[in-house]
């Protein structure tokens, strides 16, 4: 059933022999009742807000790309991820690379013609191409039935001769049987890409897994700067694991032709350096790498939260501090309370502002949805939102007691649920001075 899979998956992500492997484990651990079986795969990717992502997989055939690396952690769950990357001495990383590839393609498989499988089928070693040990064909005649008494026969011979002989030889020393040491797994480096522009001049650096990205990756951007403009250049090693960016940097080149812009990408980390950049190209450059990197984990953003927090003046009240951080966008993955990886540094610059507000200053961090849904489903969502940006910024260091949590659901909109302009501002987390 998977043979051809795991070939694509062994070519795509360079395993080898781990792809057979890796595809094995994961069908275990969709099946394993530890885990809940395929409905407890069914329930965590629900629960992860990805139910609808689930659901267009089952009885059909999905292309590429349609889970991301940290949609397939969060729904299949990290802890066995990772004790598949333990099994294979692979990196975490790689699993839920691959992992994000390969699991839309085996549950459309499993639930062919539309059927919610409940157990592993009886022909389940088959689907990897492996067939049961053919027994071996028994030889003709009777003669065999000699074989033991003539060996019994030649022993006493041998038996009788040593003692015949003087002194006993001593035997040769026995060579203790070499052990066979496991192959050392290949260590796989991140992708990464770096990229500076200088009064159009553009220099880049990097390492791809393979010819074909890096062909990709150079043509367009000698498409969008000239070649004449570009200078540096991009390795290829096929130790490095995909780049999961890549598809989506070729896509923004073309707007990313500010002089001065400096970025990179370090695996699923992007930085950015919009310093010698206007105001107003550093907001809307950091709201199109945003939008179009969401699932990274990005430092550099400068958007008018950054900004205005950057500005705060020394003895600032708590009126000027809620103020500036109401112009943060703290974004969640969909229908979850789980905090996107691309709102941590301004988690950060929040965190670092209140514990520098005036002693006995109390916030109160309240939770807001739009109007889509059960409204009281929207008032439990909004509070555990609330609750997670809490507990995110005692983790960073603010003080108990400093803040509070309320969950509103959709009874306070901002602005008309009608759109999804209004519908985008009345979801929000909002900070109020409760002293």
Not at 53 to 81: E, M
Request: proline share 5%; net charge neutral; charged share 20%.
């Amino acid at each position: 059933m998977f043979q051809l899979l795991i070939r694509e998956a062994a070519n795509r992500f360079h395993l080898g022999d781990n792809a057979g492997q890796l595809v094995r484990l994961l069908v275990d651990a969709i099946f394993n009742p530890a885990n809940g079986g395929f409905a407890g795969l069914q329930k965590r990717f629900t629960d992860a807000g990805l139910d609808g992502l689930f659901s267009s997989w089952i009885g059909t055939t999905p292309g590429d790309n349609v889970l991301q690396p940290d949609q397939f952690s969060a729904g299949f769950g990290q802890n066995i991820a990772s004790g598949i990357a333990t099994k294979l001495g692979i990196p975490a990383a790689a699993v839920n690379m691959a992992g994000a590839w390969l699991l839309p393609k085996i549950v459309g498989q499993l639930t062919r013609g539309g059927t919610i499988p409940t157990s592993l089928p009886a022909d389940y070693n088959n689907w990897f191409g492996t067939t049961p040990n053919k027994p071996v064909a028994k030889s003709g005649g009777g003669w065999w039935k000699w074989l033991i008494p003539l060996l019994v026969l030649l022993a006493i011979l041998a038996l009788f001769r040593n003692c015949k002989k003087e002194e006993a030889v001593a035997p040769a020393p026995v060579e203790p049987a070499t052990t066979m040491q496991p192959a050392t797994p290949v260590a796989q480096a991140e992708p990464r890409f770096g990229f500076e522009n200088v009064d159009g001049k553009v220099t880049v650096s990097g390492q791809v897994p393979s010819e074909a990205d890096k062909t990709r990756l150079w043509d367009a951007l000698k498409a969008n700067f000239g070649e004449g403009n570009l200078s540096g250049d991009i390795t290829v090693d096929r130790a490095t694991l995909p780049a999961g960016w890549l598809d989506k940097l070729i896509t923004a080149l073309p707007d990313l032709k500010a002089n001065g812009l400096k970025f990179g990408f370090d695996g699923n980390k992007l930085s950015i350096d919009t310093s010698k950049l206007t105001e107003a190209e550093r907001f809307a450059l950091s709201d199109k790498l945003r939008g179009l990197f969401g699932g990274f984990e990005i430092s550099g953003l400068w958007d008018r939260a950054a900004a205005a927090l950057a500005g705060l003046k020394a003895g600032f009240s708590g009126d000027d501090l809620v103020k500036a951080l109401n112009l943060m966008n703290i974004y969640f993955d969909t229908g979850s309370a789980t905090i996107t990886r691309d709102s941590a540094e301004t988690l950060t610059s929040a965190a670092n502002a209140i514990k520098q507000a005036p002693a006995g200053t109390r916030i109160e961090v309240g939770g807001h949805t739009d109007n889509t849904g059960d409204a009281a489903a929207n008032v439990t969502l909004s509070q555990q939102r609330a609750d997670a940006v809490v507990a995110k910024l005692s983790e960073l260091g603010v003080a108990a007691g400093t803040l509070s949590s309320k969950g509103y659901g959709q009874d306070k909109p901002r602005a008309s649920n009608d759109t999804e302009e209004g519908k985008a501002q009345n979801r929000r987390i909002e900070f109020t001075v409760t002293k």
